[in-house]
């Protein structure tokens, strides 16, 4: 069955770095815009990045640009995040989507804890 895994989630200090990998399987992310979303307790969920699926363009959330980067592995099947310079206000859970017209998955999250 169609399936999307994040991971990568883990507790981390302010000023630290993650790096989420989401790995997609019974089908191929080629033709697929990728994304990574994320959802803080009490808030809704937000747009964090978008690759195209020829993975030339590249969207970030203003309160990431700079210290986020999506890529894309095709091969591999798996899209990533690296996260740098963390901040406490990016905890939350980290979700990854594949749209492809009315085709939209979504993985189960992993979550990230910005803390001291």
């Known amino acids: 069955q169609v399936q999307l895994v994040e991971s990568g989630g883990n507790l981390v200090q302010p000023g630290g770095s993650l790096r989420l990998s989401c790995v997609a399987s019974?089908?191929?992310?080629?033709?697929?815009?990728m994304s990574w979303y994320r959802q803080a307790p009490g808030k809704k969920r937000e747009l964090v990045a978008t690759?195209?699926?020829?993975?030339?363009?590249?969207n970030y959330a203003d309160d990431v640009k700079g210290r986020f980067t999506i890529s894309r592995d095709n091969a591999k099947n798996t899209v990533y995040l690296q996260m740098n310079s963390l901040k406490p206000e990016d905890t939350a859970v980290y979700y990854c989507?594949?749209?492809?017209?009315?085709?939209?998955?979504w993985g189960q999250g992993t979550q990230v804890t910005v803390s001291s």
């Open positions: 989507n594949a749209l492809r017209f009315r085709y939209d998955f």
């Open positions: 019974a089908f191929t992310i080629s033709s697929y815009t």
């Open positions: 690759i195209t699926s020829a993975g030339g363009t590249t």
